[in-house]
């Protein structure tokens, strides 16, 4: 996103209806009147649109019959008085429209800017086709003549551009309510609604543009953010003492590695190694402890039964990561283990077949930090995981809820929610090609080693979220198919030290 790539501090997000007020505020205690608001942001779309294909000739315009709509009017007046060939397909009459969205109909029709009454199968024959059908007011299902004419979009072969919001999309929780815009760009205007940047939103959205209108400060102060997008990353670590030692970056104990599963908390220790932990040790399973550390000698690995060979390690240790192939059966061995780590008195961050066992038994406290993918949130909330993605602002508040800490809710557009956050973070970096196993357990590891070094949970987990994502893109520019979890640890190496 052009805007936020400037800005190296969080950005405010709202729901839409806190938008909405915004836009009464402006209107209401400020005097801008609302038709010219409506032209600032046709004006925008339209500026958005010449900047990313200056080469456009044609465009198809689609507006529906509220706010949104009349943007598109706008637009597509000024693309006629630019002599570019346009074509409107309303799907409300004109006659039916009103207030500002008719003036600015009447006002495209005064140009002389034309409605076609038809909504042709795939919008064939333009080179950008511009979303003007639905807004952020969208609450339900899209279905009927609406639904019919996404899909004819979706079939678009040329460039979309939506307006506000893809038509579809749920501007709140970042669903696709059934049927929604797939846009190349989406130019948003005067608040950024969370729902772009987690869930369907970011697939929807393509190339997000934010235009402010010209709104003085005091607009978006006026209502409190609902959520915080974390910008690109940047190290915020502190400068190294030349007089330190290994005790000064802590000791992170990883317990995990049932059989067949010793890899996940290998990389586990190993990212942990690679963010600056200044030791770690492994505590996993007897059957292949021996063999843990050949390819990597730094990590000090143990072979560990039961609970009483691990209090010794946890006596060590000043952060623990569980979960990492722990598994669920072994006879119990990954249960005992997880009830001792929690006896330990020591932070921890808990992922995988931890996460498991503790919606077996559900314990509530504060010092650790919970990554659950959407499959492991609903099994913490005994819901399904379609559930968990129809609202991720709902699930993640409901685990803080439920079980305390610092939670994470791992997916397209990553929610972190501190232990005493009202509001969560959200981190839009990351690739589909980190979607494959053992990139959790790398993330694991990541924030284990943060806290290490002395970051409180909360900084932990929105650094460890940034640092992961931006080196799972790092390692993906050499192609997203093929990138497996190990990738990553030059990168995370690099990128802690910038």
Not at 113 to 125: I, K, T
Not at 333 to 343: I, K, M, N, S
Not at 349 to 358: F, G, K, P, R, Y
Not at 409 to 415: D, I, M, P, R
């Amino acid at each position: 996103m052009n805007e936020t790539n400037k800005r190296q501090r969080p950005l405010p997000l709202y729901r839409a209806e806190q938008v909405r007020a915004m836009d009464s505020y402006a209107i209401d205690r400020l005097g801008i009147q609302s038709m010219e608001l409506m032209r600032r942001a046709g004006a925008a779309a339209f500026a958005a649109l010449r900047r990313r294909w200056p080469g456009t000739r044609t465009l198809s315009v689609v507006c529906g019959s509220g706010n949104n709509a009349g943007d598109g009017y706008v637009l597509a007046r000024l693309g006629v008085d630019a002599g570019m060939d346009v074509r409107v397909y309303p799907l409300a009459a004109p006659e039916k429209l009103h207030g500002d969205t008719l003036v600015a109909c009447e006002e495209y029709k005064a140009v002389g800017g034309s409605l076609l009454d038809f909504v042709p199968a795939d919008f064939e024959g333009a080179q950008v086709l511009v979303d003007g059908l639905l807004g952020t007011g969208l609450d339900r299902k899209v279905a009927g003549l609406y639904a019919e004419v996404i899909r004819g979009m979706n079939r678009f072969s040329g460039e979309v551009l939506a307006l506000d919001i893809p038509s579809g999309l749920h501007a709140d929780t970042g669903r696709a309510m059934d049927e929604a815009v797939n846009a190349n760009c989406t130019v948003t205007f005067i608040g950024l609604k969370q729902g772009l940047f987690t869930g369907d939103g970011p697939e929807h959205c393509g190339e997000l543009v934010f235009a402010g209108l010209d709104m003085p400060p005091s607009v978006q102060a006026s209502q409190p953010a609902s959520a915080w997008l974390l910008p690109p990353w940047q190290s915020r670590l502190p400068r190294r003492a030349r007089g330190a030692h290994k005790g000064n970056f802590g000791h992170v104990l990883v317990v995990g590695g049932a059989p067949g599963f010793s890899g996940a908390a290998r990389m586990a220790a190993e990212s942990a190694a690679r963010v600056g932990a200044g030791l770690v040790s492994l505590a996993t399973h007897p059957d292949h402890a021996a063999l843990m550390n050949i390819i990597r000698p730094e990590l000090m690995c143990h072979a560990v039964a039961n609970a009483d060979q691990l209090a010794p390690l946890m006596a060590q240790a000043s952060v623990i990561a569980v979960g990492p192939g722990l598994g669920l059966g072994q006879a119990g061995w990954g249960r005992v283990l997880f009830e001792a780590v929690q006896d330990s008195g020591l932070p921890l961050v808990v992922d995988a077949d931890a996460l498991n066992l503790l919606a077996l038994a559900p314990l509530k406290r504060d010092d650790w930090v919970l990554t659950p993918h959407p499959g492991e949130a609903a099994r913490l909330l005994q819901i399904t995981t379609g559930a968990v993605q129809a609202d991720r602002f709902a699930a993640i508040a409901a685990l803080r809820e439920r079980f305390g800490g610092t939670v994470v809710l791992k997916g397209a557009g990553t929610l972190i929610l501190g232990r005493s956050s009202t509001e969560p973070s959200v981190c839009t970096q990351g690739n589909p090609g980190m979607a494959t196993g053992g990139m959790g357990d790398v993330l694991t590891g990541a924030i284990a080693g943060l806290l290490a070094q002395g970051l409180d949970y909360d900084e932990a987990a929105e650094i460890g979220v940034c640092l992961h994502s931006a080196a799972g893109d790092k390692a993906a520019e050499d192609g997203e198919r093929g990138l497996l979890a190990g990738d990553l640890m030059p990168w995370l190496r690099k990128l802690v030290n910038l």
